[in-house]
């Protein structure tokens, strides 16, 4: 098997897709003859035509607004956003239309989308090319929330995402694109070279959502993660000497409820680590879930790790960032109750 | 010093109280605007945004270059559809007002502007509307008992009473769902022309909006990807001079016609006479020539007015001068047409009167046959369970939870 970096790893799978289904459609802003800011779609247009992949103007409402109308039409457009923080103008396409279409008409219509849109920080890009907003759409009914954590899952859960009659919103660690980030941002960058998740089939195949992925398994604590925070938590885990079994949750929604679930019955213990702000983030609701389902089986509060309640600034990427030492303090913390 | 001159807001001219008075507005005579040929450059149309395409003089007769010269048997058929929207909303208006459903809207004055655009256009070219085209749904004769159905929520509605009253869906009859966020539709609809277009299929699209709803992102967003990727669609807004209580100085229609919009996208943009069936009529086959045959979108403003309130929820005696619709000088787009046709020796005053009995008869056996399924009133007897499904194609394990914990 090929060793592909995530952004490779995801080009990939649209690559596969454009080949296989002649009714996907790729396009967003720069994706087509330079291929996209981050390369996602380096090579697509050259290969599958500028009538299936295109460059779209700075108007990303408009964007999603057209691939629900291609996917009425009856196509599989899979568009990109171009950075998550600038994902809003198009939430009223997203929440009012896509996510309620097939409800709305009783499965008349439907929206098969996928919006891909790189997230998260570690890129000094300040608060405007650094959020997490994968919150504010698992808040709604309809939407699919899909976050993979390295290129294996990313090719296979990009397929789902493209094969699934739902609209997925495809939220992509960018600080993962081209190398596996523990949070140590003081120490040399990695690759992907070598890792054994960048060992991706060059093939079709799929990653079926609601299905986490057991990263580490221990028996002291149960941290939930996605993403970037994958990766630094292992590295806490790893640094602090905790067993902790680490959890990538994969989808957000669909959530694999019962993985957790028997994890935290296992270990008796749970922490959550997300990159975005605290307050109302995804991690109050696994904290939530945790508490009603395994209210018993908990020897101490639940942890959270994640962004301030602040925007994300510039200048203090890493005392923003919840990197290895804050996990690495909360593991601590969970274990001495 | 000078005082600043201060902030300026639109006002009507006229408001509840004032004899109502159109005399400012220019209305120009029928047949005097040139109808260019579909491959015309954008820039020498320009006028078109600023003019008002008119077929039919106030007398009925048809004049000009823009005379779609349709057969007798076609003007009847589009007749009967704008009498049978009106019998039909005159019905669901009374039935909301005895409590069978909780809301409706009608489209009384506005009937061209729905029912000529679909003889105009293919039966299987696509409609994304907006609240008042339900004439859309009636010229291409779907059944009336499926709309009331939905109006209704009963048990045979087919949203499985999901949408407020008037939110129709009909993939079979090429209109797609309406949505209460006003505008996304728009936008929509240019992505599903892309998609036609990018598959040589024949089919069109064509959309409408609000003159209020231009004001939305939406409007903007539709515009600028039908320009750049010339998308086979008709854009049409349909002015009819009030946003709820809003009159269409606050859509901004002071400084410039909502036609003169598509200019700045090199859109070719034509402004019509929304009450003349005839006229309605030619524009839209212009339009549809133009996008079936490569040639882009069109812009096309329908000038009418909403003659009654915005809703069953609303009073425009609040705002706007009661008698104001009776004058409206481009008058009723159903006695306009029929006095076309007289005028042509196909119709008469007695055969309009049987006619408008028959549809009412139509209208009533329909709603009998509604009702038998239920109403609002008595929750239509959809099962509450349904209430779960269709939010994902395949219920997740947290809604098959949600459904047990509701006990349903």
């Known amino acids: 098997m090929p060793a592909m970096s995530m952004i490779e790893a995801i080009n990939s799978a649209m690559d596969v897709l454009l080949t296989q289904d002649s009714s996907v459609m790729v396009f967003g802003q720069d994706v087509g003859y330079f291929g996209g800011v981050f390369r996602a779609t380096e090579g697509l247009q050259h290969k599958h035509g500028k009538a299936r992949v295109f460059d779209a103007p700075i108007s990303e409402g408009g964007i999603v607004a057209a691939a629900i109308g291609m996917g009425a039409y009856g196509k599989r457009p899979v568009v990109e956003i171009q950075f998550a923080d600038y994902i809003y103008p198009a939430t009223d396409q997203l929440i009012s239309e896509a996510a309620r279409l097939r409800y709305r008409t009783a499965g008349e219509w439907w929206c098969p989308i996928t919006v891909r849109s790189p997230y998260g920080g570690g890129i000094y890009g300040g608060q405007t090319h650094s959020q997490s907003p994968e919150g504010i759409f698992t808040h709604v009914a309809g939407l699919k929330t899909v976050i993979p954590s390295n290129p294996y899952d990313a090719k296979g859960l990009l397929i789902s995402a493209m094969e699934d009659d739902d609209p997925v919103l495809f939220f992509e660690p960018k600080r993962l694109y081209n190398g596996p980030f523990d949070g140590h941002h003081d120490r040399p960058v990695s690759s992907w070279a070598g890792h054994p998740d960048a060992e991706v089939p060059a093939g079709h195949y799929r990653i079926p959502f609601g299905q986490a992925r057991i990263a580490r398994e221990g028996s002291d604590v149960t941290v939930l993660a996605y993403g970037t925070m994958v990766h630094v938590a292992l590295a806490a885990a790893q640094e602090t000497g905790i067993d902790a079994e680490v959890i990538d949750l994969r989808s957000l929604a669909p959530l694999d409820l019962d993985t957790i679930v028997a994890s935290v019955h296992k270990t008796g213990r749970c922490m959550v680590v997300h990159e975005a702000t605290r307050t109302c983030g995804f991690g109050a609701e696994l904290a939530a879930l945790v508490q009603e389902h395994c209210f018993f089986a908990l020897e101490a509060p639940i942890e959270r790790v994640t962004g301030w309640d602040t925007p994300y600034p510039h200048a203090f990427e890493w005392e923003y960032f919840p990197g290895p030492r804050r996990v690495g303090e909360a593991l601590l913390r969970v274990m001495s109750v | ?408």
């Not at chain 2, 639109?10 to 047949?31: K, T």
């Not at chain 2, 009847?76 to 459903?101: H, P």
């Open chain 2, 1 to 408: 010093m000078n005082q600043a001159p201060g902030l300026h807001v639109p006002e009507p001219h006229l408001r509840p109280g004032d004899r109502p008075d159109f005399s400012d507005l220019a209305i120009p005579p029928a047949g005097i605007v040139p109808r260019p040929a579909i491959d015309s450059a954008p820039h020498d149309m320009r006028e078109l945004a600023y003019a008002l395409i008119r077929v039919l003089d106030d007398d009925g007769i048809a004049h000009g270059e823009w005379h779609p010269h349709l057969s007798p048997d076609r003007l009847i058929a589009g007749l009967r559809a704008m009498m049978l929207t009106r019998a039909y909303d005159s019905r669901m208006v009374r039935v909301q007002r005895q409590g069978k459903t909780s809301f409706y809207m009608k489209s009384t004055g506005e009937e061209a502007v729905a029912v000529a655009a679909a003889h105009a256009l293919d039966r299987a070219d696509m409609c994304f509307p907006t609240y008042r085209q339900q004439g859309l749904l009636i010229a291409r004769d779907w059944p009336l008992v499926d709309m009331m159905n939905q109006v209704y929520s009963n048990s045979h509605d087919r949203l499985k009473g999901r949408q407020m009253p008037v939110f129709y869906s009909s993939r079979e009859a090429g209109f797609f769902s309406i949505s209460g966020n006003l505008g996304t539709q728009y936008s929509q609809a240019v992505g599903w022309a892309m998609a036609a277009a990018s598959d040589s299929d024949p089919r069109i699209a064509a959309a409408w909006i609000g003159d209020g709803a231009t004001a939305e992102g939406d409007f903007h967003y539709a515009l600028t990807f039908a320009s750049v990727y010339q998308a086979p669609v008709i854009l049409n807004v349909v002015n009819n001079q009030w946003a709820i209580s809003s009159y269409t100085g606050i859509a901004g229609s002071e400084q410039a016609t909502f036609a003169a919009r598509g200019l700045g996208f090199g859109i070719p943009a034509l402004r019509v006479d929304g009450n003349d069936f005839l006229a309605v009529h030619a524009v839209t086959s212009w339009a549809a020539e133009r996008a079936r045959a490569g040639l882009g979108p069109t812009l096309i403003e329908l000038f009418t007015y909403r003659a009654e309130g915005h809703s069953t929820s609303d009073d425009p005696s609040r705002y706007r001068p009661v008698a104001e619709a009776g004058e409206w000088p481009l008058g009723d787009p159903i006695a306009r047409l029929k006095s076309h046709l007289i005028g042509l020796q196909a119709w008469s005053d007695e055969r309009h009167t049987a006619l408008e009995q028959a549809l009412a008869d139509e209208v009533r056996a329909a709603g009998k046959e509604a009702e038998s399924f239920g109403t609002l009133q008595d929750s239509g007897g959809i099962p509450p369970e349904t209430m779960f499904d269709d939010v994902y194609r395949d219920m997740p394990a947290h809604l098959v939870d949600q459904r047990r914990q509701a006990g349903l």
